[in-house]
């Protein structure tokens, strides 16, 4: 991810694309994203193919990210980032289900896990930044297919729920998609990737007004990167201290707080001090969203669940965020978007903690007692 999609735009810009057709790019991948990720992952949980799925769907994002560069006009390129997008939609949601599932009674060291995706996100940026900087913007795409092929043989090593989904799981899951909790987390989710468009898309056009050169570009996100490593590796005391729903409305906070910080930002230097707080954003929203999936996702369909979550941040959330986008770095520059993209954060975030406040508080599941008599002596199971 970071050795291409922060430099997605600037491959756009660079082949003559305008704002609407950059929005429109940017905006209908993350929509392939959130139709893609719960239906592989659905068809995983059903057939117990997870290994196999995965592994024909990085294979294929490796055969499209190889050859977009080869193209120059607008519709091949939009065709095959749709492609690209409808292979890499389900990677996030495999990985994390089966990290839990093999992190079993340890499920709160997720974080420690995901830790090391951060490190080489953090290497990938600071490399691709010089690279691109010295063979140009092409040299980022064939990166990025040489990293999803370590990523497919690191794959073969995860292991996966075998237990397929039930029709009393899927019953459950009905339920749980018009349960209003569920739907709250899922508007949070959504403003997530509201801002992960921001950070990811359109963060590299904004410095690039700022001049910024690329190798300042990779740095940047390396420092932003850097900052999740504590945040992640401590994740386990964030969640026992917030819990998972306090820690994602925390994490949203401060994400809109930093998206206004970046509109009022007059400097590179200013958005590299900024991007210290990326720490808190992204990695805790991310930690806490999984942590939530994995409570209330019903048995055999925790992959599913996963996938929902990813598709709504990096699915429609991201998809909102490149349509609005677009039109917005045309018209207003990078100022006018982060300004908006925070606005946009903020009124979420109000309406799902009042939302919240005016639900009734979830009752407590009654305990069942089992009093046996055997030998004159009671036992209590």
Not at 28 to 33: D, E, M, Y
């Amino acid at each position: 991810m970071a050795m291409v999609l922060p430099y997605m735009v600037l491959f756009y810009q660079s082949l003559g694309f305008n704002g609407p057709q950059i929005g429109l790019v940017s905006g209908i991948t993350p929509l392939v994203t959130m139709l893609f990720a719960p239906f592989w992952t659905g068809l995983a949980d059903a057939s117990g193919r997870h290994r196999l799925i995965l592994s024909l769907t990085l294979l294929g994002a490796v055969l499209t990210i190889t050859i977009i560069p080869a193209f120059t006009a607008f519709i091949p390129i939009l065709l095959l980032a749709v492609f690209y997008a409808a292979f890499t939609a389900p990677a996030n949601a495999f990985a994390d289900s089966a990290t839990m599932y093999m992190l079993r009674d340890e499920k709160e060291k997720y974080g420690q896990v995901r830790v090391g995706g951060t490190i080489g996100f953090g290497i990938s940026a600071l490399l691709a930044g010089m690279l691109v900087e010295g063979l140009g913007l092409k040299i980022a795409f064939y990166g990025c297919a040489v990293l999803l092929l370590a990523s497919l043989a690191f794959s073969q090593k995860l292991v996966h729920n075998p237990h397929r989904a039930s029709q009393q799981a899927e019953a459950d899951f009905r339920l749980l998609l018009v349960n209003p909790r569920w739907l709250l987390f899922l508007a949070l989710a959504f403003a997530g990737g509201i801002s992960i468009a921001g950070n990811n898309t359109y963060l590299f056009p904004y410095l690039n007004e700022l001049g910024a050169p690329e190798s300042l570009m990779g740095l940047a996100m390396t420092i932003g990167t850097l900052t999740e490593i504590p945040v992640l590796f401590f994740g386990h005391h964030l969640l026992r201290r917030f819990k998972p729903y306090g820690l994602l409305m925390l994490a949203m906070l401060l994400t809109a707080a930093r998206l206004l910080l970046f509109a009022a930002a007059d400097t590179p230097a200013q958005i590299l001090v900024m991007q210290l707080l990326n720490g808190f954003t992204f990695p805790a929203m991310w930690i806490a969203g999984v942590a939530y999936v994995d409570e209330i996702a019903p048995p055999g369909l925790s992959a599913t669940a996963q996938g929902m979550f990813g598709a709504m941040v990096f699915g429609f959330g991201a998809a909102v965020g490149g349509f609005v986008g677009g039109p917005l770095l045309e018209t207003t520059g990078g100022r006018g978007i982060y300004l908006t993209f925070g606005i946009i954060v903020v009124l979420v975030v109000a309406l799902a903690a009042l939302g919240m406040r005016l639900l009734p508080k979830p009752r407590p599941q009654p305990v069942l007692i089992n009093m046996d008599i055997q030998d004159g002596q009671d036992k209590i199971d």
